[in-house]
């Protein structure tokens, strides 16, 4: 959680507005990024002061089961990696509807069609690779070969909701499925924590291959690390990280405020500076960025995957012995 302390001095010498209004915010956004993003929008809105709480998507859901299970919820405002989570807290009533949302210009599949979550951006998973000790493979099970045991870094559902997101697509995937996750355990392939680690695994060669999101891989090469990123010909999985309004928050409006920062043109060019691609579509995508319109889409009946999200999670750790 941070906090923005300014001296008694520093008020009284300043002309400056100061915050009226604490906002909490839960987010599973890379540090840096949620960072960035809370000072653009306290920039914006010099009223309202954010404090943020940053964990994986997984972990964030079990503190907000515990906060709500205790009825002290902290948060105002999600702004999470994938709908999967959302979706089983609109299921339980905790979310609150935003009607008047600012989603002209928002294709309808990148917001929730009750209206209490809003997807930020895109965020595809694909296959990056080291180039330095591995070659480019053009199919997901392409990377299921003896040559790969112990070589294939992979976020774990259990805690990254990209990965969880990932894997809710590639099992409804009939040239996934499954028995590409069986295929991952014979090779002795572990699963475990987020993106981050996955990247630095397959950046400094401890793994020749990771199944990883595509701003990760692709800011990792732009900053001059041996890596690449693929697209493969069978799919990628996408997350549009979407922000949604805890429904006991106890200030609406500068929650609201939060929310139409982010899908606003100003909101979105950030998104497209931080490495990510837009979904507002007058605003560009980064450079060196594979356009969607180019990539076979991975999706998901939502409702569904909210229902047997349990199961899922349990067969998963089964297979993997977690």
């Known amino acids: 959680m941070r906090f923005l302390p ?3 001095a520093a008020l009284l010498c300043s002309g400056a507005a100061y915050a009226e209004t604490d906002l909490t915010l839960y987010t599973s956004q ?3 990024q949620a960072q960035q993003t809370v000072d653009a929008f306290e920039a914006a809105h010099p009223d309202i002061k954010v404090n943020w709480t940053r964990n994986g998507t997984s972990a964030l859901m079990n503190v907000m089961r515990a906060e709500i299970e205790a009825g002290q919820v902290q948060a105002d405002v ?3 990696a994938d709908v999967i989570n959302l979706g089983a807290l609109k299921a339980g009533g905790h979310l609150m509807a935003y009607p008047d949302a600012p989603v002209g210009g928002y294709d309808s599949a990148a917001y929730d069609k009750d209206m209490m979550f809003f997807g930020t951006k895109a965020i595809t998973t694909g296959i990056a690779y080291n180039p330095q000790i591995a070659e480019p493979v053009t199919h997901w099970n392409d990377l299921l070969t003896e040559e790969n ?6 976020p774990s559902p259990l805690y990254s909701g990209a990965a969880l997101n990932h894997l809710q697509a590639a099992i409804n995937s009939p040239d996934i499925g499954w028995a590409f996750y069986e295929g991952l355990n014979d090779l002795d392939i572990v699963p475990e924590g987020g993106n981050g680690p996955a990247t630095k695994a397959v950046a400094s060669g401890m793994a020749k291959y990771a199944i990883i999101v595509d701003a990760n891989a692709l800011r990792a090469k732009a900053d001059g690390s041996p890596v690449d990123f693929i697209v493969p010909e069978d799919g990628v999985s996408f997350v549009t990280e979407p922000v949604a309004i805890m429904a006991g928050t106890q200030h609406e409006q500068a929650a609201k405020t939060f929310v139409d920062f982010l899908l606003s043109p100003e909101g979105q060019s950030l998104v497209s500076q931080q490495g990510n691609l837009p979904l507002l579509a007058d ?3 980064p450079e060196g960025f594979p356009a969607l319109s180019s990539m076979k889409l991975l999706s ?3 409702d569904q995957a909210v229902e047997n999200n349990e199961d899922v999670r349990a067969k998963f750790a089964d297979i993997f012995g977690l």
């Open 6 to 8: 300014m001296t008694l």
């Open 30 to 32: 890379p540090p840096e």
């Open 78 to 80: 999600l702004l999470v």
């Open 149 to 154: 045991r112990g070589q294939i870094a992979v």
């Open 283 to 285: 605003v560009p995508a």
């Open 300 to 302: 998901f009946d939502v």
